[in-house]
């Protein structure tokens, strides 16, 4: 990505040299240099002459940050709780881990291959899967630092366990909290996204370095976010909206990009559906399943599409209980 200019003057001074990408102006022999080229995200500059460093300033979108430790480089130490509405049960104060139960939740995270996270593929072990109660894995979880000045741009991500109390935990540790290594900067704002529910994310950007770990609760209605209804709430519980299936950070239940037209593909291409039925049940990890309960179902009792349709009839923004009705998420329009 860096390009190097090589101004006339370098020709008369030798020894000089400067990292990073610039531009420079040289008027009645008053060297300035202009960093309005330099990269968006921030990078420490270095102008040295015959090797020896004369200044060294950290840099974002071509300005000067306040302080050149701004760049430097750091884990950020995260606790972050969230409940996602399709397992979440209100009587128990817990999500069902019914994936865990039956084995399908993957050893490999999935958003590696659904182009979510760069890679590479972050594993978790099967030892941790064992974990029972409050630490019982119900699926992963997507965690996103976002660009303090662009949240639709994605700084860092971390594929990681969400346990059934709400804890997103390292998956490759199974330890509380999730760490990002090598974090340049400080202040973002913090996302979790999920395969089949709307994604979340902090209303403004935080200071994730100042105090450690930084605690993040979007199961608390209080905790501000981005959007309106963003996490639908019952009992003084905040959680991800159940039903996007095709994972656009919609639910559409009726119309162009309907989520539900993803169920009935599954059901209806389902090898074992040889009458092409509707009531056919489909096991398995799939993103059609927006209730985690491992099975993807159309109609009858845990229906999948009735999950969906209650959503978009009891939304708080839905006035005319419109069937056409589209649920947008804190992330809608921020997804590249
Ligand atoms: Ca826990
Ligand atoms: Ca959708
Ligand atoms: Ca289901």
């Known amino acids: 990505m860096k390009k190097y200019l090589f101004p006339v003057w370098m020709l008369f001074i030798p020894g000089i040299a400067m990292s990073g990408t610039y531009t420079y ?15 968006p995200s921030k990078t420490l500059q270095t102008l040295s ?21 701004d760049c430097a480089s750091s ?28 084995q399908r939740v993957p050893i490999t995270d999935p958003y ?17 899967m064992l974990a029972t109660g409050g630490d019982a894995i119900v699926d992963w979880v997507l965690l996103e630092l976002r660009n303090a000045d662009n949240p639709a741009k994605v700084e860092y991500a971390i594929p990681a366990l969400l346990q059934s109390d709400g804890d997103v935990v390292q998956a490759q540790t199974f330890s ?25 994310i902090t209303a403004t950007a935080l200071d994730l370095k100042t105090v450690s770990p930084a605690s993040i609760d979007f199961s608390s209605p209080n905790t501000a976010v981005r959007g309106d209804f ?7 519980i905040a959680q ?5 299936a095709n994972h656009d950070e919609r639910i559409i239940y009726q119309g162009t990009g309907s989520d539900t037209t993803v169920l009935m593909r599954e059901i209806l291409l389902a090898s074992g559906n040889t009458s092409g039925s509707l009531n056919y049940i489909v096991p398995g990890y799939l993103n059609s399943d927006v209730t985690l309960d491992g099975d993807t179902i159309y109609s009858g009792a845990g229906s999948d599409a009735t999950r969906i349709l209650g959503n978009i009839y009891t939304h708080p923004g839905n006035t005319s209980h419109a069937a056409n009705y589209v649920i947008f998420g804190g992330l809608t329009g921020l997804i590249q």
């Open 112 to 128: 590696t291959a659904m182009g979510d996270y760069a890679g590479p593929a972050i594993s978790t072990k099967a030892l941790y």
């Open 49 to 69: 002459v015959n090797g020896s460093t004369i200044a060294t300033n950290c840099y974002e979108g071509g300005q000067r940050t306040p302080d050149s430790s």
């Open 176 to 200: 509380p909290g999730v760490t990002l290594d090598g974090v340049v900067g400080s202040r973002f704002y913090v996302s979790l996204r999920h395969r089949n529910h709307l994604g979340v």
């Open 25 to 39: 102006q040289n008027t009645n022999g008053t060297l300035a240099v202009d960093y309005t080229a330099v990269t």
């Open 240 to 244: 991800l909206w159940a039903g996007d």
């Open 230 to 236: 963003a996490r639908v709430v019952t009992q003084g």
């Open 75 to 102: 884990p950020v130490y995260l606790q972050v709780r969230a409940f996602l509405q399709g397992p979440y049960n209100a009587a128990t104060g817990l999500m069902r881990d019914d994936l865990r139960v039956a």
